[in-house]
């Protein structure tokens, strides 16, 4: 069983349609914890790390065989959790970064600030040691959309922003709720976002224990 650690709910349809589509029969486990995302905003995302410790101590001790953080900003505090838990836990935008990191000139597209420089440290480890010229823009007033419920709003938002982008090789979406603007955009740059390819790794992490 994989167990996802969400800070929102609306995560939860797109990674059991993503399951459904890729890995049938792949049983998920649904944490959602928005606290930690809104402590982590106004604090950092050390401030939370005994928390999510806590989080995914519980979803091993209730049966999962691998961990999937699908918050960037709490990403690699997720990860640093994971020794003495015994099992895997991953952060779902590493595989997209490690795509990304291949480029010479990437944007990092967030609606929230705290996002922005855990993402950028991941492309820059992923890259290791290669320069890279990597930019980082904040999406102004759209996370103001995503907790009103204008889902749509949100998403426009995004999408005129990825297509503003001038001078890059690909364009890194840093959180999983903004990826369906990858295919809305018109952009001729290369949109990368992170939930299906995070939740392929997650779940050769959970066959590889089965």
Request: a negative charge.
């Amino acid at each position: 069983m994989l167990a996802l650690l969400h800070t929102s709910s609306v995560h939860i349809p797109v990674f059991e349609a993503l399951r459904d589509q890729d890995h049938p029969g792949l049983e998920l486990r649904h944490l959602v914890h928005e606290e930690l995302l809104i402590r982590a905003g106004e604090e950092g995302p050390a401030a939370v790390a005994t928390a999510v410790a806590t989080v995914l101590t519980s979803a091993v001790a209730t049966g999962a065989s691998a961990v999937l953080c699908t918050c960037s900003t709490i990403g690699g505090v997720a990860e640093a959790c994971a020794d003495g838990l015994g099992v895997p836990v991953l952060r779902v935008d590493r595989p997209m970064a490690a795509a990304a990191a291949v480029a010479d000139r990437i944007v990092v597209v967030a609606t929230v600030r705290s996002t922005l420089e855990p993402t950028a440290a991941l492309i820059r480890e992923e890259a290791a040691g290669r320069a890279v010229e990597l930019r980082t823009l904040l999406v102004e007033d759209a996370w103001e959309r995503f907790e009103a419920g204008d889902r749509d709003g949100y998403l426009d938002a995004v999408t005129a922003a990825v297509d503003a982008v001038r001078d890059a090789d690909v364009i890194v979406l840093a959180q999983a709720s903004t990826a369906d603007a990858a295919d809305g955009a018109r952009t001729p740059v290369p949109v990368l976002s992170s939930p299906r390819a995070g939740l392929r790794a997650a779940a050769r992490a959970v066959e590889s224990r089965s």
